[in-house]
């Protein structure tokens, strides 16, 4: 693939081409006067300042358009998390040219289009060697030295790309041409349009490597005498609905709680979960928002076994709530099947990591009709969350606090209101998510008398 450099590159090397071929062609010997080829904008080729039009050949690159058979190659090129690059997709690109002929006296403008158009279709395809020969090295123009841009151009990498640049005459209108020429505020010179494709530009960051597959299914030994017959089990249909390796299904945090909080049991149910008896089996949970990639061995308590094939229970306990911010997780288990000598690891799923309130029901006392209390959580807000204390339909905002180890928050409401028995129910909010105020257990669901905070 090429760099950033190649779109330079391209001009760079048609202009040399354009040059050469003028030369071998003997155009110069036909209208008698030393000829140029530049390449910038038609606006640029005369002197503004009481300049002469000399006999010349200009390539000015008016646009650049996306290649429509390349610009999907290499997708996707990062994971689904966002954070690990996966591929270096190539910027796939058209070039297109107006190639304009300038002359100083009668029919040079048209015997200079022709050569230039004879040339360039007699060579449709940059070759490597072409490529190489102009930019290494760059070519001179009139002799002058080389300047540090086209000393650049011959770490482009054009010449190494996958693909052969294929220069190709367009159709333009002559709408389409005085829209151009207007544009660059030149007058209409003989013009003809061309395009170069594919230019490929790739960056060199790293990218994951998957190691390369070894066999396709245990091997297998049908004569044990002999250890040089083996052959691959190969591919498996296993009939039926069920997944034959693990996988989980969905996350039950307690309580039937729509939300996970510290130190209370969440359940991770599907297939193929248990492990060999002597292993265990690891909970992967992720937070890409805070760069969160931590691991949890699960507890598995009664009534549920350790080697129980559908279940897994595990706690985020209060000892490491510092490492677990409130959001939403990416939770994965990994653990050694039974009948095999490498850990596997499931599919992801999402889990949402609520705030617990902790010390309440709370009584608050108003002075001179202020309430004044602070609120103490879990976990601990980190830098950029947002919270807010909602009592029963009315949100509060807290005092100034600091992050990222505020485990409490200090609030101060002015002209309370005394709260109906037995107390306002209280939310914590923190990034759009709320500590519960629901018992969910209950037939039917009902409010929880301990999430409340009693003003008076």
Do not use: C
């Amino acid at each position: 693939m090429s760099s950033a450099l190649a779109i330079a590159g391209v001009s760079a090397v048609l202009r040399d081409l354009l040059n050469n071929g003028l030369i071998d062609h003997g155009a110069t010997d036909k209208i008698g006067v030393t000829i140029t080829v530049s390449v910038g904008p038609p606006d640029r080729v005369i002197p503004a300042s009481g300049g002469t039009e000399t006999s010349q050949l200009n390539l000015f690159m008016y646009h650049v358009s996306p290649n429509t058979g390349w610009r999907n190659e290499g997708l996707p090129s990062r994971d689904a998390s966002g954070s690990q690059r996966l591929t270096n997709a190539p910027l796939a690109l058209n070039l297109h040219y107006l190639l304009s002929a300038h002359g100083s006296e009668d029919l040079h403008g048209e015997i200079l289009l022709g050569y230039a158009m004879q040339f360039l279709h007699e060579m449709p395809v940059l070759s490597r060697k072409a490529i190489r020969k102009a930019l290494d090295p760059s070519p001179q123009v009139g002799g002058s030295a080389l300047t540090p841009s086209m000393k650049a151009l011959v770490d482009s990498g054009l010449e190494n790309q996958i693909e052969l640049i294929k220069i190709t005459p367009e159709y333009l209108n002559t709408e389409e041409i005085s829209k151009l020429w207007t544009a660059t505020q030149s007058h209409l010179r003989p013009t003809a349009a061309y395009m170069a494709s594919v230019v490929l530009i790739e960056s060199t960051q790293p990218v994951r490597s998957p190691q390369p597959v070894l066999t396709i299914g245990p091997v297998i030994k049908p004569d044990p005498l002999n250890p040089d017959t083996w052959y691959e089990r190969g591919l498996v249909v296993v009939p039926g609905l069920e997944p034959p390796l693990p996988m989980m299904d969905a996350v039950f945090p307690a309580d039937d709680q729509p939300a996970a909080q510290i130190d209370k049991a969440i359940e991770l149910r599907g297939h193929h979960l248990n492990p060999k008896p002597t292993t265990n089996r690891t909970i992967l949970l992720s937070n890409d928002r805070f760069d969160i990639h931590e691991s949890i061995v699960a507890t598995d308590p009664p009534p549920l076994p350790k080697n129980s094939a559908t279940s897994i229970l595990f706690t985020i306990p209060n000892t490491s709530a510092a490492k677990f911010p409130v959001g939403i997780y990416s939770v994965s288990a990994q653990l050694m099947p039974p009948d095999e000598t490498n850990e596997r690891s499931t599919n992801r799923l999402a889990l949402t990591l609520a705030p617990t309130i902790i010390g309440l029901p709370m009584a608050v006392v108003r002075i001179a009709g202020t309430a004044t209390f602070t609120l103490n959580f879990t976990p601990a807000l980190r830098a950029g969350q947002k919270a807010v204390l909602i009592l029963g339909q009315q949100e509060f905002l807290p005092q100034p606090f600091a992050t990222p180890t505020t485990t409490s928050l200090d609030f101060v409401i002015k002209n309370a209101q005394a709260s109906p028995v037995p107390g306002f129910l209280a939310r914590l909010r923190i990034d759009g998510i709320e500590s519960p105020i629901i018992d969910r257990s209950a037939k039917p669901p009902a409010f929880l008398n301990g999430a409340r905070i009693n003003i008076t």
